[in-house]
Nanobody, 121 residues
Framework: VQLQASGGGSVQAGGSLRLSCVATGDSAATYTLGWFRQAPGKEREFVAAFSSMGGKTWYADAVKDRFTISRDYAKNAVTLQMNSLKPEDTAVYYC???????????????WGQGTLVTVSS
């Protein structure tokens, strides 16, 4: 599977941004798709994921109630709507794909390129 991420940018605290990721390849539709992020000097961490079937979602506690992940099954794409952004959300965000258990455990085998999100105070 190949993952192409887009979106990101700079915003002031309290603002919103949207990230998108399109998965392509023969098995793209069978993967859970999600997002991770890596802030400067920190380890990469799980953000959110959307299942390949059944519409199940997972969120990190730090973003729950502020971020929303959605999926367009026809396009094999996920969107991460990020609202009420905080400076601590500043990070490089990565799209990822794998089985849901691997994704939520932080061990996806397929990664897209990162996209930078900067939130200023």
């Amino acid at each position: 599977v190949q993952l192409q991420a887009s979106g990101g940018g700079s915003v002031q605290a309290g603002g919103s941004l949207r990230l998108s990721c399109v998965a392509t390849g023969d098995s793209a539709a069978t993967y859970t798709l999600g997002w991770f992020r890596q802030a400067p000097g920190k380890e990469r961490e799980f953000v959110a994921a959307f299942s390949s079937m059944g519409g199940k979602t997972w969120y990190a506690d730090a973003v729950k109630d502020r971020f929303t992940i959605s999926r367009d099954y026809a396009k094999n794409a996920v969107t991460l709507q990020m609202n009420s952004l905080k400076p601590e959300d500043t990070a490089v965000y990565y799209c990822a794909a794998d089985l849901d258990v691997r994704l939520v455990a932080g061990q996806p085998r397929n990664w897209g390129q990162g996209t930078l999100v900067t939130v200023s105070s």
